[in-house]
T-cell receptor, first 117, second 116 residues
C-alpha cells in the first residue's frame, strides 16, 4: 500500500526562525514522484516542488530547501528565516511513476504552519 | 496564462438536491483530476479523466457521484441527492498531455460545498 505520513499536525514559530516539515512515505514502487504543495488561508493549492525517486540531490529554492533521503523514505521541507506569509497548510504527496501524465496523487494529512511576528 | 478554473467557488445545497461542480483545465492540459478535502483531512483522489474518457475512478463513491469531461466544455463533477457528509472542498487539477515530461498537477481554487 502507498501512504504518506506527516506526523506534525501543527507547528508554531516566530518570524525568522527556521522550520522543518517532516514527510515519510511508503511505497513498493522503485520509481515514484514526491511533491510538496502549499495551501494558504485563501484555500488554493500551490505547487512547490516535484522530485523523482532516482534523483536524491537536495534542492534549494530561495528560503525553501528539500531533503530527500531514500534510505529513510523521507522528503523533508525546510523553510529558512520564516515569514508570516509562510503561514499555511503544507501537504506532502506521492505518486507512482507513470510514463503518461495521469496518476493519482496520494496526500498526507498536512502540517499547519503558523508564523507569528 | 489562466490557471485551472473552478466554479462555483461556494455552493450551498439542501439535502437531497443535486450539486454540479465545474472545472476548466489550464490551456493545453488534457488531463483532469478531482480530489475531495474533508475537514481536517488531506486531499483524497476521486477520479481521473481525459477528454471523453474516464481513466481511473477508483476513488469515487459507488453511488450518487459521477464525472465527465466532454469533448467541448469543462469537466463536471455531479453529486446527486447530496447528504451532509458530502460537505467538503472539491479540488480539480490538470496536467499536460503525456510525453511532455511534466507530471505536476496544477490545482484550481476549489469549490466549497455545504449541505444544509
Amino acid at each position: 500500500a502507498q501512504k504518506v505520513t506527516q506526523a506534525q499536525t501543527e507547528i508554531s514559530v516566530v518570524e525568522k526562525e527556521d522550520v522543518t516539515l517532516d514527510c515519510v512515505y511508503e511505497t513498493r514502487d522503485t520509481t515514484y514522484y514526491l511533491f510538496w504543495y502549499k495551501q494558504p488561508p485563501s484555500g488554493e493549492l500551490v505547487f512547490l516542488i516535484r522530485r523523482n525517486s532516482f534523483d536524491e540531490q537536495n534542492e534549494i529554492s530561495g528560503r525553501y530547501s528539500w531533503n530527500f533521503q531514500k534510505s529513510t523514505s523521507s522528503f523533508n521541507f525546510t523553510i529558512t528565516a520564516s515569514q508570516v506569509v509562510d503561514s499555511a497548510v503544507y501537504f506532502c504527496a506521492l505518486s507512482p511513476f507513470c510514463n503518461q501524465a495521469g496518476t493519482a496523487l496520494i496526500f498526507g494529512k498536512g502540517t499547519t504552519l503558523s508564523v507569528s511576528s | 496564462n489562466a490557471g485551472v478554473m473552478q466554479n462555483p467557488r461556494h455552493l450551498v445545497r439542501r439535502r437531497g438536491q443535486e450539486a454540479r461542480l465545474r472545472c476548466s483545465p489550464m490551456k493545453g492540459h488534457s488531463h483532469v483530476y478531482w480530489y475531495r478535502q474533508l475537514p481536517e483531512e488531506g486531499l483524497k483522489f476521486m477520479v481521473y479523466l481525459q477528454k471523453e474518457n474516464i481513466i481511473d475512478e477508483s476513488g469515487m463513491p459507488k453511488e450518487r457521484f459521477s464525472a465527465e469531461f466532454p469533448k467541448e466544455g469543462p469537466s463536471i463533477l455531479r453529486i446527486q441527492q447530496v447528504v451532509r457528509g458530502d460537505s467538503a472542498a472539491y479540488f480539480c487539477a490538470s496536467s499536460p498531455p503525456s510525453g511532455t515530461g511534466a507530471y505536476e498537477q496544477y490545482f484550481g481554487p476549489g469549490t466549497r460545498l455545504t449541505v444544509t
